[in-house]
């Protein structure tokens, strides 16, 4: 674990420090759209039997890396591990997504929910963050990550995937306490998590909040801000967290930036939402920003995404603390070539910004 980083530039670019060029990596980086992650996926059985396994979580976290420059590798893993932990019955249907067995709809349910332990349940998502670190030997920094309270009660909720996620919000309006005891667990559970992964050899941590962004202004500082702040909280209470730099990112949350930099996070996750510039200016270089290209974008022409990658970094401009990424996950059907496009055109872009 203490083999000297080759490549830094994204650590630097989280503590807003000079980089020789804008460092990259992809949100669901490692995924279907690479056909060496469909043959693994193949051999596993299954998704979960890929991200139970920590040789194969290692195999596909590394695959991406093989084909193209990035400055970082994510753990391959899901974001609905803690709540499969607490014994909910995971599973994921074909074509259906996510399914819980045993959804949590009332105080009762809630009541009995525990924060799972780091070496039991849990123990196959750290091998695997161990060996993955391992098998990178100082290549690229690693990142660990977590679904955010809000995103995971989204889910063990309403039980499967949703357009509204209308039962937790019922919840939220009708039982606010209830909501806020799911909340709390899930913040405790979540920041464990997190050190655990910190503890094992993670160098970033990221949470995800994916399902942010269908609450309104009140709401959303409520019931997923204010567990994300609890959080980053418990992190910095611990050794080895604290010394990482954390990432939130609440996808369609562009108005809350500022309140977000307020947390003591490291950086923020942008969508394509909002301007990059605009986002610079609404946390006054308080934290990095993490963006924010449009991820239907793969889907045009090399020319297209070369300059579409351009106009996202002629938007943050030469500022210190910005890491290249998409506004949300990869897609199945992007061709892997696409990547390599941006990729290269991050980078080289990033270096003439540098010398204007």
């Known amino acids: 674990m203490t083999t000297p980083l080759k490549n830094d530039r994204f650590l630097r670019a989280l503590r807003r420090e ?30 979960m039997g890929l991200a139970q396994h920590p040789e194969f979580a290692c195999e596909v976290t590394l695959q991406p890396l093989a084909r ?92 499967h995937g949703s357009r509204d996620f209308a039962t937790l919000k019922a919840m939220c309006w009708n039982e606010p306490a209830v909501a806020h005891r799911l909340l709390d667990t899930l913040a405790r559970a979540v920041a464990a998590y997190l050190i655990a992964q910190a503890h094992a050899g993670a160098q970033a941590l990221m949470v995800f909040d994916t399902w942010g962004g269908l609450l309104g202004p009140a709401p959303f500082r409520e019931f997923s801000l204010r567990y994300m702040a609890q959080v980053i909280d418990l992190l910095q209470a611990d050794p080895v967290a604290r010394e990482l730099p954390t990432i939130l990112f609440s996808k369609g949350a562009g108005q809350h930036l500022a309140t977000m930099a307020d947390t003591g996070c490291a950086a923020l996750g942008v969508d394509w939402t909002i301007d990059l510039a605009d986002a610079r200016r609404a946390v006054a270089g308080r934290v990095a920003l993490q963006g924010n290209l449009d991820p239907a974008i793969l889907r045009a022409g090399p020319d297209v995404i070369r300059r579409e990658a351009r106009a996202v970094l002629d938007s943050y401009g030469n500022h210190p603390g910005h890491v290249f990424n998409l506004g949300h996950g990869i897609t199945p059907e992007v061709d892997p070539d696409h990547v390599a496009a941006l990729v290269d055109e991050v980078h080289a872009y990033g270096r003439a910004l540098r010398t204007k």
Request: aromatic residues 10%; hydrophobic residues 45%; glycine residues 10%.
């Open 68 to 159: 193209f420059e990035l400055d970082a590798a994510i753990l391959f893993s899901d974001i609905l591990t803690i709540p499969d932990a607490m014994g909910l019955g995971l599973s994921f249907a074909a074509g259906e997504g996510p399914q819980f067995a045993h959804p949590v709809r009332d105080a009762a349910a809630i009541d009995k929910l525990a924060v799972p332990d780091m070496d039991g349940e849990l123990r196959y998502v750290m091998d695997a963050v161990r060996l993955i670190r391992k098998e990178l030997d100082g290549r690229v920094p690693l990142i660990g990550f977590s679904g955010s309270p809000w995103t995971l009660a989204c889910y063990m909720v309403e039980g």
């Open 18 to 47: 000079p980089t020789d060029t804008t460092p990259i990596w992809v949100m669901r980086q490692a995924g279907r759209y690479l056909p060496e992650y469909r043959a693994t996926r193949a051999r596993a059985g299954s998704f």
